[in-house]
């Protein structure tokens, strides 16, 4: 039996058992998936631990402290220098399968980052997420609070030394929410608008990361959030007519990304939808 695990701390709630589980029934796996909470300072002392397992995941805080483990990485952990997912075996190699997950939410969306892309928020995911529209040909703004100012300026430096002519730009927001001002005052049109801030997030769900006037001149809507199963930004969009869609998509993408890795795994479209309905009814 496969056996596989996802490393973290503190992991508190976690669906990632759930979803992986499916997804080995899915694909006919007989297999394990458990949680391993280990603090930062006790990680090199568990990778003989680690070794046990045919694979498994890694989130906050071991994204970065997991690659010395790691004997190569695929370029999807080097361009981002993060691992989430590492594949164990006679060599030990990293992969980014948060990337896999985002790009794969977005073409199941129906968007396209080769477009006019607006990414609120430059955290971790946010510049993973800014980093990749523009590698895949977007026109990207990047909007952010002045505080953070300075790390979307690292992204855009990041992006544009590993490929001098991508179009990536920063937008900085000069009150709580984004609006057509921080903009340029005249508000222009964006193909795809994501959210990549914690802005709506259980338990504060009666907040949005922009106005609504910011939504209405953007085609499609992407929320990192998923929790809760709407968010207000997820439900303003779809009642002003735009294809909308929340983070789960892109937590079970990413899980089906690892499994393909791992065991060479396939999944129907309609599976996984399926799969992120359900999940979405858990939270």
């Known amino acids: 039996m ?5 490393i973290g701390h503190p992991l508190g709630h976690s ?3 759930k979803i992986h589980t499916r997804l080995m029934q ?4 007989e297999g394990s998936y458990e949680l391993l909470d280990i603090p930062p300072e006790e990680l090199a002392g568990n990778f003989g631990k680690l070794a046990e397992f045919d694979g498994f995941n890694a989130t906050i805080p071991h994204k970065v402290g997991i690659i010395p483990y790691c004997d190569r990485l695929d370029g999807s952990a080097e361009r981002f220098g993060s691992v989430n997912c590492v594949k164990n075996g006679e060599e030990k190699t990293g992969y980014n399968t948060d990337v896999f997950g985002f790009t794969r939410s ?5 968007a396209k980052l080769a477009s006019r892309v607006l990414v609120i928020g430059c955290g971790g995911v946010g510049r993973m997420i800014a ?5 895949s040909g977007g026109d990207v703004t990047v909007a952010v609070l002045r505080d953070f100012a300075g790390d979307a300026e690292k992204t855009v430096s990041a992006v544009k030394e590993r490929m001098p002519d991508a179009k990536i730009n920063i937008a900085v927001i000069s009150g709580e929410v984004l609006s057509a001002d921080d903009l340029g005052g005249e508000m222009p049109e964006y193909d795809l ?3 990549a801030s914690p802005v709506g997030m259980f338990p504060k769900t009666d907040k949005m990361p922009c106005t609504e006037d910011v939504i209405r001149h953007c085609s499609h809507v992407f929320d990192v959030v998923y929790n809760p199963k709407e968010t207000l930004l997820y439900k303003t969009a779809k009642a002003l007519g735009k294809p909308a869609m929340t983070g789960m998509a892109m937590l079970v993408l990413q899980a089906a990304a690892a499994q393909e890795i791992w065991n060479g795994a396939e999944f129907a479209e309609g599976d996984l939808r399926q799969l992120i309905s359900d999940m979405e009814d858990l939270v």
């Open 26 to 29: 899915l694909s006919g796996i």
């Open 2 to 6: 496969k056996k596989y695990a996802l």
């Open 15 to 17: 669906l990632s058992p």
């Open 193 to 195: 608008l994501i959210n």
């Open 106 to 110: 977005i073409d199941m969306l129906g």
């Open 131 to 135: 980093a990749q529209a523009a590698y």
